[in-house]
Structure formats: structure tokens, C-alpha cells
């Protein structure tokens, strides 16, 4: 497998960039998932629920395939 530098666009990493592995034959995943977790201090002080950010290939933008913000969701 080789990484391939993508560009996301929308959501809570809009702007960055990220290495998604590529395979051969079918190329780069339809989806990538982003969690997000954390310990935030609150009166209870436990550990916040995870949040999975999905975000779906939507083509490419000069040359650099492009995965744009779908939507957010809690993981159990």
C-alpha cells in the first residue's frame, strides 16, 4: 500500500492535510474517519464520549483528491 497526501475540506479539520492509504486496485476509500476524543475537566471529570467526523471523496482539486465534511457522529 502507498499513503496519498489528500485535502480535506469542511468540518473541524478543514484546510489540513492527510495521508490516506491507497490500495492498488481500488484506490483510495470512499469514507475516511476522523475521531475525536478527549478528557475535558467538568464537574464529574470523566472522559468525554468519542466523535467520529466522516468525511466522503468527493474528485480532485489540481491534481490532489479532495474529501469534503459529511457529517458527525457518536461512537458507542
Not at 475535558?40 to 468525554?48: I, N
Amino acid at each position: 500500500m502507498r499513503a496519498v497526501e489528500v485535502w480535506l475540506d469542511g468540518g473541524p479539520a478543514d484546510g489540513r492535510m492527510l495521508l490516506v492509504e491507497s490500495e492498488p486496485v481500488d484506490g483510495l476509500p470512499a469514507t475516511v474517519v476522523l475521531p475525536q476524543t478527549g478528557v475535558f475537566v467538568s464537574a464529574d471529570d470523566e472522559p468525554a464520549p468519542r466523535i467520529d467526523h466522516v468525511y466522503a471523496y468527493v474528485g480532485g482539486i489540481d491534481g490532489r483528491p479532495v474529501y469534503r465534511y459529511s457529517s458527525r457522529r457518536e461512537a458507542p
